[in-house]
């Protein structure tokens, strides 16, 4: 056995010529003689921090503290467990993220830093309550954190805390007004309880017209594009721009890591091409209402078809139904981004389908390793998703010439289809009475059943106009949270309209909302952003939907619907035609009843809700899009 100064000089001799990773096996060696030598534990622990190798540092300083537990050795500890949680962090291991901060809180419990850094890696494993008192922790420790107001506010939001989330946007933003996250979050869900009014310091309006400058002007500002589309008078060209600013500040790394994956995919001409859908929200959700049929129809012949999973099972009926129509049904919730694009591409998938885009739970990054040959957006985000440094992150979106008129709005090739949207049967409860769901039998019932903060200040000023118009209306609102319900109330005072006229819906299950929509008579879109899904139930239960049409995707999915279920006389061109028709339906009910007698007797007939020839129509499209990547890509021989 070397003698254990021999070993130490050979160490030193290396680390004089910089060779530290040489340096540390001529340690270790001597460690293996002497273990309980703590002045070559701290050298090999020193060493490994310098080596970037952190969990190996962190074991070398725990096994000092047995002997030493001064506070340089605890703080020697600590450093080496934040680089290595962070380290965790970014690459998705949020379990170890989250055991390294709270090692590292075990010796410095009042540390901000560690704190925040643990509600973030609780946020990621959906221990929502745990981070709330963690950011709570952080900020105790430093008030001044604006990030960690904002993270709580975050969290706060998800529990469904909404006024608290807004008051400590409103607390980051005010520490930090440079914290632009912070103004998108708090504009979107002052949209969600829709408060509108101005106050001394603070003015709904003037917000978004800040958030709309700061697209335009500062690449850097972090705008979520799923609240800038809800912000009212955004342009295509705005909302392509704040989607090329979102690629660039979240996927960079990992486009430059793609090419290191070296990832390969077979070109050779096939007959049956392997697609595969991705998404967060196969369960209980519209997604499922609207291509599980679809998938269910795909022809085996054509296509082979996986889903790759990184949401939660619910154990519905749904979900099951969902997993059975897939070939194969992949979850990759515990993967992260690498290890699942890896998956996605040892499993040879040749076209990935995202379904989630910029929504809640998106795991957009996944796409931007590119582990499939083509990528396509869809269904999930009525936008498009942006580019880094001219090359778009997917290669298509699904439309159509009605949600994307203008090729040039998006960084994608559109991939056009008669209508973009696929749609399932709709399971229907018992018929019910308008008297268990609080509706006057005697009044015309104008509906809106799209979530609050697709409702904007100039669209409820008009449905306050129509009730004034015809006394014998009411509106039928989905009662989507509480502070809403009262700002609604309260703006229908300061229209000197009776607040008992806004009727508010509860959550049911989807066969009974699908039914209730039949106690309706005419149901009055939004804008910017109008019913998607929403209006496909609606016509299903065989109510009108009554549209604006605007100049983004959007704004144009409802016009789209319409046009499939040949309904186009329900699609204005203008705020003033909108009013218009529905005070006119509203006060002359025998047109209303034609509409609804050719709905009804068309609908669930038509081609929105024709699975079967959607899937082939799709089909199609994949296939051509293959036949143009293959003939562009060198063949193996």
């Known amino acids: 056995m070397a003698d254990v100064n021999n070993l130490i000089q050979q160490a030193q001799?290396?680390?004089?010529?910089?060779?530290?990773?040489?340096?540390?096996?001529?340690?270790?060696?001597?460690?293996?003689?002497?273990?309980?030598?703590?002045?070559?534990?701290?050298?090999c622990g020193n060493l490994c921090v310098q080596l970037g190798k952190y969990e190996e540092a962190a074991g070398h300083f725990r096994r000092i503290l047995l002997f030493n537990k001064s506070p340089e050795v605890r703080n020697a500890l600590c450093y080496a467990l934040q680089a290595l949680g962070n380290e965790a962090d970014n690459s998705q291991q949020y379990a170890l993220a989250e055991a390294c901060f709270e090692e590292a809180l075990s010796h410095q419990p009042n540390h901000a830093g560690y704190w925040y850094n643990l509600g973030n890696a609780q946020r990621e494993l959906g221990k929502l309550t745990a981070a709330v008192t963690s950011f709570q922790q952080s900020i105790q420790a430093d008030p001044n954190n604006a990030d960690a107001y904002n993270n709580l506010g975050n969290v706060q939001r998800e529990l469904g805390q909404l006024d608290v989330a807004i008051n400590h946007y409103r607390q980051a933003l005010k520490l930090n007004p440079n914290l632009h996250h912070a103004l998108a979050h708090l504009i979107h869900q002052k949209q969600h309880v829709?408060?509108?009014?101005?106050?001394?310091?603070?003015?709904?309006?003037?917000?978004?017209?800040?958030?709309?400058?700061?697209?335009?002007?500062?690449?850097?500002?972090?705008?979520?594009?799923?609240?800038?589309?809800?912000m009212p008078s955004t342009t295509a060209e705005e909302q392509k721009?704040?989607?090329?600013?979102?690629?660039?500040?979240?996927?960079?790394?990992?486009?430059?890591?793609?090419?290191?994956?070296?990832?390969?995919?077979?070109?050779?001409?096939?007959?049956k091409l392997h697609i595969a859908y991705l998404s967060a929200d196969f369960r209980l959700h519209p997604l499922a209402f609207l291509i599980t049929s679809l998938i269910e129809h795909h022809d085996r012949s054509r296509v082979e078809v996986s889903a790759y999973s990184y949401g939660a099972s619910d154990d519905t009926d749904t979900r099951k139904r969902l997993i059975k129509a897939f070939d194969h049904f992949t979850d990759i919730r515990m993967l992260n981004?690498?290890?699942?694009?890896?998956?996605?591409?040892?499993d040879q998938v040749d076209i990935l389908i995202d379904l989630t885009g910029y929504t809640q739970s998106s795991r957009t990054g996944i796409v931007a390793l590119r582990p499939a040959a083509i990528h396509i957006s869809w269904l999930g985000f009525?936008?498009?998703?942006?580019?880094?440094?001219?090359?778009?992150?997917?290669?298509?979106?699904?439309?159509?010439?009605?949600?994307?008129?203008?090729?040039?709005?998006?960084?994608?090739?559109?991939?056009?289809?008669?209508?973009?949207?696929?749609?399932?049967?709709?399971?229907?409860?018992?018929?019910?009475?308008?008297?268990?769901?609080?509706?006057?039998?005697?009044?015309?019932?104008?509906?809106?059943?799209?979530?609050?903060?697709?409702?904007?200040?100039?669209?409820?000023?008009?449905?306050?106009?129509?009730l004034k118009a015809e006394p014998a209306s009411v509106l039928w609102l989905l009662d989507c949270n509480q502070w809403a319900k009262s700002n609604l109330q309260k703006e229908a005072t300061h229209a000197d309209i009776d607040p008992s006229r806004l009727i508010f819906a509860p959550r049911v299950t989807a066969a009974?909302?699908?039914?209730?929509?039949?106690?309706?008579?005419?149901?009055?879109?939004?804008?910017?952003?109008?019913?998607?899904?929403?209006a496909s139930d609606a016509l299903w239960a065989g109510l009108p939907v009554l549209t604006y049409q605007g100049d983004t995707f959007a704004?144009?999915?409802?016009?789209?619907?319409?046009?499939?279920?040949?309904?186009?006389?329900?699609?204005?061109?203008?705020?003033?035609?909108?009013?218009?028709?529905?005070?006119?339906?509203?006060?002359?009910?025998?047109?209303?009843?034609?509409?609804?007698?050719q709905l009804n007797d068309t609908i669930k007939t038509s081609n929105l809700f024709n699975s079967e020839k959607f899937a082939r129509l799709l089909e199609t499209q994949y296939h051509e899009a293959w036949q143009r990547f293959t003939a562009n890509t060198p063949q193996e021989n």
């Open 512 to 534: 009974e909302h699908i039914e209730r929509q039949r106690h309706a008579d005419l149901f009055i879109d939004t804008l910017p952003y109008n019913a998607h899904t929403t």
């Open 194 to 230: 829709c408060e509108w009014q101005s106050t001394e310091n603070e003015d709904l309006a003037q917000q978004i017209q800040t958030a709309r400058a700061l697209v335009c002007s500062t690449p850097a500002a972090q705008i979520s594009p799923f609240a800038f589309l809800a």
């Open 382 to 466: 009525p936008g498009t998703m942006g580019s880094y440094q001219g090359q778009s992150l997917f290669d298509y979106i699904i439309a159509d010439e009605t949600t994307a008129p203008r090729a040039e709005d998006f960084t994608e090739q559109v991939m056009y289809l008669p209508c973009y949207q696929p749609n399932s049967p709709r399971d229907m409860a018992a018929e019910s009475s308008k008297a268990s769901h609080q509706l006057p039998n005697d009044s015309f019932i104008f509906c809106s059943f799209n979530q609050t903060f697709k409702i904007t200040p100039a669209i409820f000023a008009i449905w306050m106009r129509l």
């Open 337 to 346: 981004d690498v290890d699942a694009a890896s998956q996605i591409n040892q």
């Open 13 to 43: 001799n290396a680390q004089a010529q910089g060779n530290n990773s040489k340096a540390l096996d001529y340690f270790h060696q001597a460690l293996l003689q002497h273990p309980d030598e703590v002045s070559l534990q701290a050298t």
């Open 241 to 271: 721009q704040c989607a090329n600013h979102y690629v660039a500040q979240n996927y960079q790394q990992l486009i430059q890591l793609r090419d290191s994956l070296s990832f390969s995919h077979q070109t050779k001409n096939k007959q």
């Open 555 to 597: 704004a144009s999915v409802a016009a789209s619907i319409l046009k499939q279920a040949k309904l186009p006389d329900l699609i204005c061109s203008s705020l003033a035609e909108y009013e218009e028709k529905a005070l006119h339906y509203a006060t002359h009910p025998d047109d209303l009843v034609a509409i609804k007698k």
